[in-house]
C-alpha cells in the first residue's frame, strides 16, 4: 500500500519563475493538506483540498494555488518565486471526517537562487 | 492564539533515560494533539495522538501526558534508544475545523549511545 507520494523530490528555481509541485495521496484518502516547513522550523499550513475544492486556507498570499483531480491527486503552484519561499513543501493526506490523522509525504526540496 | 510552543529547542538524552518534550498552547478550541517524528529527508510521521477527554495516553515507549487546565501536553519517550534520535513536533488541531495542524517549533533529540 503506498503512501503519499510527491515529485519531484528536489527542484531549483530562480527568483520570478513560477512551480508547481505534485502530491499522490495515499490509497483511499479523499482530503489534500499543504505544508511549508522552513528550514529548522515546524510546517506551517498553506491550504487544504476536498472534492476539487480549496476548503481552507493558511495564511499565505495568492501567489500560493492548488488544484485537487478527480483522482484526489493535487498540485501546488507558487508563481513570482521569492528567496522566502525556498522550504521543504510537504503534502499530507486524510479521509474527511473526525479524528482522522494525516499522513505525510517525503516532501519536495524548492531552492530559490 | 493558534501558536503551540515546544521546548527545548534541542535535548541529548543517554541511551536508556527518560526524553520529555513540552508543549503549550493558548486556543482552547483545540481538541486534537499529536506527535509528530521526522527524519533527516523524511516527513513527520505521526507517533501519537491524545484528545482533551483523557489526560495520558501510552503507546510502547512513548506516552502523551496532558493537562487540559494548565493549556500542555508533553511527549515522554521512556527508555531512549539511538534510534530515536530525530526532530519531534507538537501539534494541535480543531477536528471540526478539517485538522488544520499549528505545529510546535520542533524538538532535536539526540540519543547518545
Known amino acids: 500500500d503506498a503512501g503519499v507520494t510527491q515529485s519531484p523530490t528536489h527542484l531549483i528555481k530562480t527568483r520570478g519563475q513560477q512551480v508547481t509541485l505534485r502530491c499522490s495521496p495515499k490509497?483511499?484518502?479523499?482530503?489534500v493538506s499543504w505544508y511549508q516547513q522552513a528550514l529548522g522550523q515546524g510546517p506551517q499550513f498553506i491550504f487544504q483540498y476536498y472534492e476539487e475544492e480549496e476548503r481552507q486556507r493558511g495564511n499565505f498570499p495568492d501567489r500560493f494555488s492548488g488544484h485537487q483531480f478527480p483522482n484526489y491527486s493535487s498540485e501546488l503552484n507558487v508563481n513570482a518565486l521569492l528567496l522566502g519561499d525556498s522550504a521543504l513543501y510537504l503534502c499530507?493526506?486524510?479521509?474527511?471526517?473526525?479524528?482522522?490523522?494525516?499522513?505525510f509525504g517525503d516532501g519536495t526540496r524548492l531552492s530559490i537562487l | 492564539q493558534q501558536q503551540v510552543k515546544q521546548s527545548p529547542q534541542s535535548l541529548i538524552v543517554q541511551k536508556g533515560g527518560i526524553s520529555i518534550i513540552n508543549c503549550a498552547y493558548e486556543n482552547t478550541a483545540f481538541d486534537y494533539f499529536p506527535w509528530y517524528q521526522q527524519f533527516p529527508g523524511k516527513g513527520p510521521a505521526l507517533l501519537i495522538a491524545i484528545r482533551p477527554d483523557v489526560s495520558e495516553k501510552k503507546e510502547g515507549r512513548f506516552t502523551i501526558s496532558f493537562n487540559k487546565s494548565a493549556k500542555q501536553f508533553s511527549l515522554h519517550i521512556m527508555d531512549s534508544q539511538p534510534g530515536d534520535s530525530a526532530t519531534y513536533f507538537c501539534a494541535a488541531s480543531i477536528i471540526s475545523g478539517f485538522q488544520k495542524l499549528v505545529f510546535g517549533t520542533g524538538t532535536r533529540l539526540l540519543v547518545s549511545p
Open positions: 499530507a493526506s486524510s479521509t474527511t471526517g473526525s479524528n482522522q490523522p494525516q499522513h
Open positions: 490509497s483511499g484518502h479523499d482530503t
